[in-house]
């Protein structure tokens, strides 16, 4: 068992427009993932299931053939490799969890998020 609280988690700053806290158990990956306004996560997919919940802000989720916007309070669901890119309507807060956990960002391994 662990307790943490976010002041306590490393902030990575992956771009000039979105830094990332995560922690990561045996199965499951949380991030918490800040959003400039206009930021851009570029078109990927992954073996992970994802929850996006946005605490604040919107976010765009591009999807093939069409597209999915994601206010404050509210969650989207996408299943394990589907293809998706994400824009910031505005400045966003973002709860990702993931399962199986992202093994790529623990390692840092996620070249697409960084620069």
């Known amino acids: 068992m ?3 609280s976010w002041n306590k988690i490393e902030t990575e700053k992956l771009s000039a ?3 990332r806290q ?3 158990g045996e ?3 949380v991030a918490r993932i800040f959003l400039a306004h206009g930021a851009y996560v570029p078109r990927h997919a992954h073996a992970s299931e994802q929850f996006s919940l946005i605490l604040d802000g919107a ?3 591009i999807f093939d053939g069409h597209e ?3 206010h404050a309070g509210e969650m989207i669901f996408i299943p ?3 293809p998706h890119a994400a824009q910031a309507l505005e400045d966003t807060v973002d709860l990702d969890i993931f399962s199986p956990r ?3 960002w623990i390692r840092k391994d996620d070249a697409y998020l960084r620069g």
């Open 59 to 61: 976010l765009k989720f």
């Open 27 to 29: 199965h499951t990956t």
């Open 17 to 19: 427009t979105i830094t």
């Open 80 to 82: 394990s490799h589907v």
């Open 102 to 104: 992202r093994e790529d």
């Open 22 to 24: 995560m922690l990561s």
């Open 2 to 4: 662990q307790v943490t």
């Open 68 to 70: 999915v916007v994601v």
